[in-house]
Each structure stands twice: as structure tokens, then as C-alpha cells.
């Protein structure tokens, strides 16, 4: 049985990681404030490592600024590195998006970052590169809506479930180092807007929702296709509106189980 951690664990992502990681019969172990580990200032980590074979990095930092992301993700990076070194940690893996290299703007420049502090960490390391989970659009709801407006980002995504996203990591995890290993994306292109807008009506919320170009040369970019996958990354469903048909039900199993 391997022994693998997860930073970010309680995430939307992380969450989904510390999940296949079990379902495949290894530990996980879910590092984050709520444990009593702080990945940006090292409090309690190297301690969290004894015995671990590898780590997940799927922290995030809601930040969309360069500046503000690449400070996170260049701190909480290093803080790892040091603590695997230290735990003696085998093997980094890290969680990145596609599309940041002809993106490098804005939130992006930290994952930018990011991977070359990885590359130069002095762990064995793999690096997955996702498109924005399914989950996205209702961060983007979160985010911008005001009293009973609600806007929707212009935006070309091919967006992937969360779920799928932690399996692969989990996979990624149990093997050997890998380096950069190939993208992972959902099996069509969307519209994070038409997005955003199915997921308000799934959510009964009442107001309109405009479509709107945000600034900044991060979603310019996304919405020329930046962000979207090659030819050569691995497809996998289910698609958007598949996954939101399913979250009313999955819902009520939570609310039953509570």
C-alpha cells in the first residue's frame, strides 16, 4: 500500500484525488489548514510527510492577479519541495492547466511558475496539464454576481470533470515519475458563458445572467482558444450537460447521508 499525500486535499479537485487514491486501496493523506498543514508556510507539513511515497499539489489560490499568483504558487511550491526533501518524498505531482504558455497572463503566470519551480525542485516529478473542471462555471457565478446580476464570461473551454481529473492523478501518483505527461480535457468545446448560464437556471436563481468580455489579456486570450487542448491530449466524459443533469441527484445523496 502506498502512502500519498494530497495538498489542497479538501478541494474541489483534491477532494476528488484523496477519493481515487482510496478507491484504489492506497492511504491518502489530506493536507490543508482544516489538518492542521500549512503548504505556504510549511506549519506542520514535513511531519504530515513521514512515510509518504508522493504528493498531489492540487492547492489554488483565488487570486487572479500575476502578481498575487505567482507569489502563491511560487511560495507554497518551494515550501513542498523543501519538505519533501527533507520527509524524503519520492515523487511531485503536480497539477497544472493547459493552455498557460500561450497564456502566461494573469492567473495563469503563477502556474507558469509554478512548473518551472517543479522542473527545478530537486524532486521527481509529473506534471498534468487539465482544462478547467466542469465546476468552473459556478466559480465564476460565485464570483460575479451582485444582488440579482449575475454575469457570464466570454470564453472558449473544453472543460473535464473534476472527478476524472482525480483519477488520473491518482494514477499518476501510484507510478513512477513521469515528467510532463499529456493533457487532459472533456470530450467537446463549450462556451463558459452558456456554461455559467445553464448552470443558474440548474440552480433556480432568479435575474438575468449577461454574457460579458471580461478585460485583462488572460480571458482575451481564452477567448481566441488558448486555453484549449491539442490534438494529442486524452478526452474523457462526461460532457457538461451530462454532468449537470447529475448534480441534482448526487445532491440529495449528500443530503440523505447527512
Do not use: C
Amino acid at each position: 500500500m502506498m502512502r500519498i499525500a494530497v495538498a489542497g486535499g479538501t478541494g474541489t479537485i483534491g477532494s476528488e484525488v484523496v477519493a481515487a487514491i482510496r478507491a484504489r486501496g492506497d492511504e491518502a493523506v489530506a493536507l490543508s489548514r482544516s489538518t492542521g498543514v500549512d503548504v505556504r508556510t510549511g506549519e506542520g507539513l514535513v511531519a504530515a510527510l513521514e512515510g509518504v511515497d508522493a504528493l498531489v499539489d492540487t492547492a489554488n489560490v483565488s487570486s487572479l492577479s500575476a502578481k498575487g499568483s505567482t507569489a502563491y504558487f511560487t511560495e507554497t511550491t518551494r515550501t513542498m519541495l523543501a519538505a519533501e526533501r527533507e520527509a524524503g518524498v519520492g515523487h511531485h505531482v503536480l497539477l497544472s492547466i493547459v493552455g498557460i504558455d500561450e497564456a502566461p497572463h494573469g492567473y495563469y503566470a503563477g502556474k507558469v511558475a509554478q512548473e518551472r519551480a517543479v522542473e527545478a525542485g530537486g524532486v521527481p516529478w509529473t506534471t498534468l496539464r487539465a482544462t478547467q473542471v466542469h465546476e468552473f462555471a459556478g466559480q465564476m457565478l460565485d464570483a460575479l454576481s451582485m444582488g440579482g446580476l449575475h454575469l457570464a464570461p466570454v470564453a472558449r473551454t473544453q472543460p473535464v470533470a473534476a472527478s476524472e481529473v482525480g483519477r488520473r492523478l491518482a494514477e499518476l501518483a501510484a507510478g513512477a515519475p513521469a515528467g510532463r505527461v499529456r493533457d487532459l480535457a472533456g470530450p467537446r468545446e463549450e462556451r463558459l458563458d452558456e456554461m455559467t448560464r445553464a448552470y443558474a437556471r440548474a440552480r433556480g436563481l432568479r435575474g438575468p445572467v449577461v454574457s460579458v468580455k471580461l478585460p485583462g489579456k488572460q480571458f482575451q486570450s481564452m477567448r481566441a482558444g488558448a486555453a484549449l487542448p491539442g490534438r494529442d491530449a486524452d478526452l474523457v466524459g462526461p460532457t457538461f450537460d451530462e454532468w449537470l443533469a447529475t448534480q441534482g441527484a448526487e445532491e440529495a445523496v449528500r443530503s440523505q447521508r447527512a
